[in-house]
């Protein structure tokens, strides 16, 4: 009998199996089914895919049997199967990428040295709620609009012309640290699950920012939102990956 699909369905087994170890690093675990329980909280594709790879785990033991001089195949699966699991295993092994899922297009920015008005001119403009704020090629913050809107507040509040405040402050002179809090900065190699799991794991994150190796003082090169979610879905399932 041709057992070629057997073959193909261990090859990714096995490929699933080492991805999962490396997850779960901690100790090891010879148990396929625990393994994949423990990483359905590190991993998104793990926790998608949960109740595949469990079943996966009990078909791999019915058609492998162990003996003395190695592994024998006593079944073969579907096609279907084989091919689900070889999806599976991209995705976990090769998932897809920001850069995949979204063109690198110009973005909302304002330079440092520039007034706090031409970054609420830019807001209008672009109709961006985040922008970047560039110092000499470099990323050294972000401005955004609920931000900009309490300093003009406070600035009217304590009945200071706000022309004044908007046209003689800088935007390097408002800068705050603590804003950034609200944002995750990752690289441009990060993958599409990444920025569901930064959204997921932080609840008060504003967007994440996209930059060459994930360090702020690099030219941005996407700012993504939760808006974004329909666009990264339709890469999914472009793949016929389940949607979220």
Known sequence: MDYGNAARFLKSYNKIESQLKLL???RPTQNFTDLVK???DRNLTVRRYENELVDYGKLRNAIVHRTGSGE???ANPSDEVVESIEFIAKQLCDPPRIEDAFKIKPLAKVFADK???TAVE???????????VYDHGKTVGVLNTYYVFRLIAARAAAG???TDFLKNTLCKDVLDATLLEHYAILSKDATVFEVFAAF???????AVIVTEDGSLGEKALLVLTPSDFPAINRCLESCAAKSF
């Not at 807001?123 to 970047?132: C, D, L, M, V, W």
Request: net charge negative; proline share 3%.
């Open 24 to 26: 779960y690093h901690e």
């Open 38 to 40: 423990r990483c359905t």
């Open 72 to 74: 024998l195949f006593i």
């Open 115 to 117: 007034p706090l008005l």
């Open 122 to 132: 830019e807001f209008a403009a672009t109709e961006k709620k985040s922008i970047i």
């Open 160 to 162: 200071e012309s706000v």
């Open 200 to 206: 997921e794991a932080r609840k008060d994150l504003y």
